[in-house]
């Protein structure tokens, strides 16, 4: 037991340690943002963010209250385990039939508040999906979320069963190991599950894009475009996968709506988490986390891991320890997110651009202007649009 606790401890070090190393604190040095949100949208753009807001927010807030009260009673009663327990079959069968089951239960039990939003999204002109296209996608991520949440709790229960006093040892190497693994393979394994990718035709756009991409000493092998039109309006681009497989994906309605030099804008942003190698450090960290993770599970059930009654339980915290570590993990990733905005600044030094680009994805994503203090620290991954907008200005500022 103590020494869980000492290697616990350790990762838990690692975390702080490439947090440290790796995320910007402060983003930009010298910079004082004045955020004025009435200086770049309308008070009607400001009042149709804000009425989107009201609608949507109930059904999606109400959704995830009610998935955790759900894995709560299953995982903190007896009723998850007797279900678990009673299923027919090995241990395993056991274990892949009761994930089934009881994440089933709480997808259908918040299915209607998931139908709500998504009638909200399409009043507001977000989703361009229909119906059989909202079921696919829904159950499509459902298949993923099982199979892998399964495969996870069945290595983990037999490493219990094998090692009940010590299984937290090559538990945690497997958690980091997986973590790792599941990064390198979604953009090849997990994408191409929702979107098809097109190589984006030869022209003076995907000539600019790799051209930026050289300048910025960032090797990619492609520029691809997804077709997220068939779902959605908003607009994008990333880059995704590591090495070989690094590539530029741009949005389909981003290059339907914006002019090139705000494309290239956006995707100068995501370069800039290529140079820093922020999804390795993401990764890095991801793996320390799921090997602390582990050993907390040890440290909370110790033996009894092994019982296919505690899957419940399991399942349980997977869901809430997310949500309360969001606030720490959100902040890192909106330093990292600003960062990357600086840096798209200092490699195209294109202010006004930026500014024109950041206003128009924030109107047509309808993103929220001034969100409260708990919403922006339990769920904003990126700085707002306006706190963006200013720090941009700032560097103009300190850009001269």
Not at 57 to 83: D, E, M, N, T
Not at 134 to 150: K, Q, V
Not at 361 to 369: E, F, K, R
Request: hydrophobic share 50%; proline share 6%; charged share 15%.
């Amino acid at each position: 037991m103590k020494a869980a606790w000492l290697v616990l401890g350790a990762c838990l070090v690692g975390v702080v340690v490439t947090v440290l190393l790796t995320v910007p604190f402060p983003v930009l040095p010298g910079a004082h943002p004045h955020v004025d949100v009435m200086r770049d949208f309308t008070s009607a753009q400001v009042a149709r963010e804000q009425a989107y807001h009201r609608a949507v927010r109930p059904p999606a807030y109400l959704s995830l209250a009610l998935s955790l009260v759900i894995a709560g009673f299953l995982g903190l009663s007896r009723w998850g385990g007797r279900i678990v327990q009673g299923l027919p079959g090995h241990w395993t069968v056991k274990v892949l039939l009761g994930t089934t089951v009881l994440v089933a239960i709480g997808q259908l039990l918040t299915l209607p508040l998931d139908v709500q939003s998504e009638r909200v999204l399409r009043r507001y002109g977000l989703s361009t999906q229909d119906w059989a296209g909202w079921t696919d996608d829904l159950l499509r991520g459902l298949g993923i979320r099982i199979l892998t949440t399964s495969l996870v709790l069945v290595v983990l229960i037999a490493l219990a069963r094998r090692s009940p006093d010590r299984w937290w040892i090559p538990g945690a190497a497997v958690a980091a190991v997986f973590t790792v693994v599941a990064s390198f393979a979604y953009p090849v394994v997990i994408e191409p599950v929702f979107n098809s990718f097109a190589k984006m035709p030869a022209g003076q756009l995907r000539t600019d894009l790799l051209a930026l991409a050289a300048k910025d000493h960032v090797r990619v092998s492609d520029v691809l475009v997804a077709d997220a039109s068939k779902r959605t309006t908003a607009l994008n681009a990333y880059v995704s996968g590591f090495g070989s497989t690094r590539r530029i994906v741009v949005y389909d309605t981003l290059l339907k709506t914006a002019t090139p030099a705000e494309v290239e804008l956006v995707v100068a942003h995501e370069l800039g988490h290529a140079k820093r190698n922020d999804v390795l450090h993401g990764t890095i960290i991801g793996a320390f986390g799921a090997a602390a993770a582990v050993i907390a599970l040890f440290l909370v059930l110790g033996a009894s891991a092994a019982d296919v009654r505690k899957v419940p339980l399991v399942l349980f915290l997977a869901a809430i320890a997310p949500l309360l570590l969001s606030p720490l993990t959100n902040l890192v990733s909106r330093h990292i997110e600003a960062r990357a905005d600086m840096h798209a600044l200092d490699l195209t030094h294109d202010v006004p651009t930026y500014i024109a680009s950041e206003k128009t994805l924030a109107t047509t994503n309808l993103s929220d202007l001034s969100p409260n203090w708990l919403v922006y620290n339990l769920f904003y991954t990126h700085p707002s649009d306006p706190q963006r907008l200013a720090l941009a200005r700032e560097w103009q500022r300190l850009h001269p």
